[in-house]
């Protein structure tokens, strides 16, 4: 089989290369590269039997298992496109998701189904539900026209022929706090799916003999990597379901993993557990997302694992991965993201578009194969990130007719002499939570809704363990004189995930104070906050 294009490709070009060679772990089961396509392939003959459109949407809610990663390489092989979702989101943000996109087909289980019934009315374009164990919603009353499919029966159902999908297509949709308070679907082809796997494959120096351990989120730029990169690899990938930093360095002990990449608040408690020694035997790297690593954590990880390599990375959602530092250069400059992956060009741009000079701040501009294709039906959002490359930036010169769209991140850095780029700060409010990115305002817009505010702001402090910690102030409800604390956080784990709970919340009195221009000042409670308590 030729080089992958596609991102199923990934997978099936091992199949008929090694097909015994191990692919997927979860627990005590191991399936070789041959089942996993198998298994990848009566999926997708199962989604185009349901009569699944070229480039309709199927979402997959649910934690990691062999379930999810055949129905996302099912979805992309029969010329679907994948959603994941995060297994934490409650039934009102899923809901939220599917109505956005459009999804046709959800992969759940029963379990998951049952939280899910009260909203499944408000999802319009759902078709059908498929349920990794069972064929009976016996307990549900399904909205008319939506029918329920047990996994195993959809898999034993007739071939079929799947759509045909180029490079360019739609893959997926990745969705990621917005701005504005809603989640917003990063849209992905096969080729930036593919670019990426390549591109990270590449400086990790991932290997057949690789054994790479998915500790976050597959609906995680990051965590998804972690099967692309492995599967271009010829790798296996151990997926897991972690509740305690222990259960992790048990799974690196257990399954002999070789790379291991998580967040800073993961790697913050591991780093203060201690390591059996066996790990070290086996991990060549461990690599780091989602926020800046403190020196402190970095260090307690090396000496844990002294042979093991550390990669320090930047990513982007909207461009899947930006920056790594080389482990050779880690000692002589630990805060710096590095340069950028290979088949990419990171720029560093001011206002008007022109280059910065070394050590000047400016935007960090992401350009190449792995810029995603927009924000899914959302034009505005789109044209704040995605804009036209200038002529003469770079490599774009003023003879070309076509037009090139880059990410421009929202984030200022700076470039040292030596092209080094450094973290400087993000341009809008958006916070950074145990490796998350959430909106002030999708926070806010829950605590709206319990009707236990009257007025309300959240924004972001400084946290030892999660990054940044989200703080609320709030005022009580129709000029009240008391905020009801312990209700107010009850209702927002109820209606949130855990990572977007506020970490305190301190009650003040009505109106809150404005802005010029009529809104909320968060920035001015903010900065007061900070000043009277200082960070978390």
């Known amino acids: 089989m030729t080089e992958s294009t596609l991102l199923h490709e990934l997978v099936a070009r091992n199949a008929a290369r090694t097909p015994h060679a191990p692919a997927l772990s979860y627990g005590l089961q191991t399936l070789p590269y041959s089942a996993l396509q198998e298994k990848i392939d009566s999926f997708a003959s199962g989604l185009v039997t349901l009569g699944l459109g070229r480039t309709d949407r199927v979402a997959i809610y649910l934690e990691k298992r062999p379930e999810s990663v055949v129905a996302a390489f099912g979805a992309a092989a029969a010329g679907g496109v994948l959603v994941p979702m995060n297994p934490l989101l409650k039934a009102e943000q899923v809901a939220f998701i599917a109505r956005d996109c459009n999804v046709r087909v959800l992969v759940t289980s029963p379990e998951r189904l049952q939280l899910l019934w009260p909203v499944l009315s408000e999802c319009p374009d759902l078709r059908h539900v498929v349920l990794t164990e069972g064929s009976s919603a016996a307990t549900v009353t399904l909205p008319p026209g939506l029918v329920v499919h047990a996994w195993g029966a959809l898999l034993d159902g007739p071939a079929a022929g799947a759509h045909r999908v180029i490079d360019t297509d739609l893959c997926a949709i990745l969705y990621t706090s917005g701005s504005t308070g809603r989640p917003k679907g990063v849209v992905l082809s096969h080729r ?53 930093p222990k259960d992790v360095l048990n799974a690196l002990e257990r399954d002999k993993v070789t790379g291991l990449t998580a967040v800073p608040p993961l790697y913050i408690q591991l780093s203060q557990l201690e390591w059996p020694a066996a790990i070290g035997e086996h991990l060549r790297y461990f690599a780091n997302t989602g926020g800046r690593m403190p020196r402190e954590t970095l260090q307690l990880l090396r000496q844990r694992v002294p042979r093991a390599l550390p990669f320090l990375m930047y990513g982007l959602t909207e461009a899947f991965r930006s920056t790594y530092l080389p482990p050779e250069q880690v000692d002589m400059r630990p805060d710096s993201i590095g340069k950028a992956i290979p088949n990419a060009e990171i720029l560093v741009l001011r206002e008007d578009g ?78 950074k939570t145990s490796g998350y990115r959430v909106s002030p305002t999708e926070v806010e817009e829950v605590l709206y809704a319990t009707r236990l505010v009257g007025e309300c702001v959240a924004f972001g402090v400084h946290h030892a363990m999660l990054g940044q910690a989200i703080q609320v102030i709030a005022s009580a409800p129709d000029g009240g004189a008391a905020l009801d604390v312990p209700a107010l956080l009850a209702a927002c784990k109820k209606q949130m995930p855990a990572y977007m709970v506020p970490h305190g919340i301190e009650p003040m009195a009505g109106p809150l104070p404005r802005n010029p221009n009529g809104k909320i000042d968060r920035k001015k409670l903010s900065t007061e906050w900070l000043e009277q308590r200082g960070p978390a």
């Not at 935007?363 to 294709?373: F, I």
């Open 192 to 244: 930036n799916m593919v670019a990426g796997a390549k591109s990270v494959a590449s400086y990790l120096e991932n290997r057949s003999s690789d054994v790479l351990l998915a500790a976050l989120p597959l609906s995680f730029d990051a965590g998804f990597s972690q099967l692309t990169t492995a599967f271009h690899a010829g790798a296996r990938v151990v997926l897991l379901n972690h509740l305690m």
């Open 354 to 431: 022109t280059e910065c000079a070394p050590d000047e701040p400016g935007e960090l501009v992401h350009r190449g194969a792995l810029v995603g294709q927009g924000y899914w039906n959302d034009a505005e959002k789109t044209a704040e990130r995605y804009k036209l490359l200038p002529a003469g930036i770079g490599g774009r010169q003023a003879g070309l007719m076509l037009p090139e769209y880059a990410v421009f991140s929202g984030d200022t850095v700076q470039r040292d002499v030596e092209g080094y780029l450094y973290f400087v700060g993000r341009r809008d409010e958006m916070m």
